[in-house]
């Protein structure tokens, strides 16, 4: 992409509304706008990276077997009154009338309707079990929408229902996804810790929710030192081994029963970027969900499965800037790599910034080609504040030694190299 030809609407000044780091830097790189509370657009370079978490979670997702669909954000309320929750939501769901005058909500989840699908086709326990999903939008009338699109009330979910004969066979995805989830974030670039959390009603020990450390989170977590450990790359382990660290939610961590010394405990804040439940009969019991079995009917055992997709791109941010902007892993990065002409209309850094641009392109890797007149120290602070994970700056003086300026956004380090060496390094 040109900058020329593209839409990228930076802000020089640091918005006044936006109190953590992440919202900042989305409004300053002209990720999203805000249209009203909690409600934004996603600007071009934000739905980049909205888009390359969305196919991460997808592509891990199908990988363990998961299926795709997708249901209406607007929703008739019947179904709702039919499980119960059209009362126990109250504000928090969005209710409003059709021109005839029916009832609709715009969906704050999707047990109701998942299990309205499982039911109108699935009749035996030969289909199980299974395990469908959808990324969709949500809306939840949030009383403090805040943190830009950290704590939305339109945001974008994955969420996830799987279907079992038995209670032990739902226990078993249940810790599948559980490694499905940390194979997901580390694609991210995040480390999250799977903290113990409230079941609520259903009772057990079988909720977590993932947590990705940072100040600003809004939850508060307690934890076994070695996830710091995982995180910095001290150590490597793998699900099982991780599924017995000790980690729980605020309500749930009750010190004098910790069952890890004090010295090896950590205490922090974190954001909840993605919660797996193992529901049971929950809704099941509620709406007479059974299938035939081979000695009559078997009542359904279910799992949910949420991940917040759009919360994810400002906790990735959280996780990863500087004082001079984003630092995007690669997997998510809008564009992998920025490229800078420091002297537009020069027929030599043209010649050269042309040959990258198109052989870059031409091998599919996303790069923004700064071609505009701007000066060169704006052309650098846009870069580092956008976050490219790697730049190329070319300009009339590297070019008579025949070299070009490639930058790491994450090191800083800058080596000078020809461009056919910087094309290697970026293609290999
Ligand atoms: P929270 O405790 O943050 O309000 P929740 O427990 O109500 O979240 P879930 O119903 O578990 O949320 O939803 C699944 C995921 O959707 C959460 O783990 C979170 O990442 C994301 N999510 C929930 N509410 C919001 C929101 N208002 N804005 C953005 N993402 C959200
Ligand atoms: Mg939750």
Redesign the pocket.
Known sequence: MRLSQYFLPLLKETPSEAQIVSHRYMLRAGMIKQQAA?IYSWLPLGLRALDNVEKIVADELEKAGCVRVLMPTLQPTELWKESGRYDALGKEMLRFKDRADRELLYSP?CEEMIIDIFRSYVKSYKALPLNLYQINWKF?D?VR?RFG?????E?L?K?GYSFHTTLDDAKREYSKMYDVYHNIFKRLGLTAIAVSADSGAIGGNLSH??QVLAETG??QVYYDQRFDDIRDGKLSLSGEEMRGLYAAADELHVPEKCPIPKENLREARGI????IFLLGRKYTDAMGIDVTGPEGAVRVEMGTY???V???VAAIIEASHDDNGIIWPESVAPFRVGLINLRPGDVNCEEACNLIYNTLTAKEVPILYDDTDERPGGKFASMDLIGTPWQIIVGPKGLERNVVELKSRKTGEKQEVSVESALAKLLG
Do not use: A, K, Q, Y
Request: charged fraction near 35%; avoid cysteine.
């Open positions: 909690g989840t939840r949030e929408p699109v950290m704590r939305g009330r945001f979910m969420d929710e993932f809004e939850s909840e970027v993605g919660h949420g991940i917040g759009s919360r994810l």
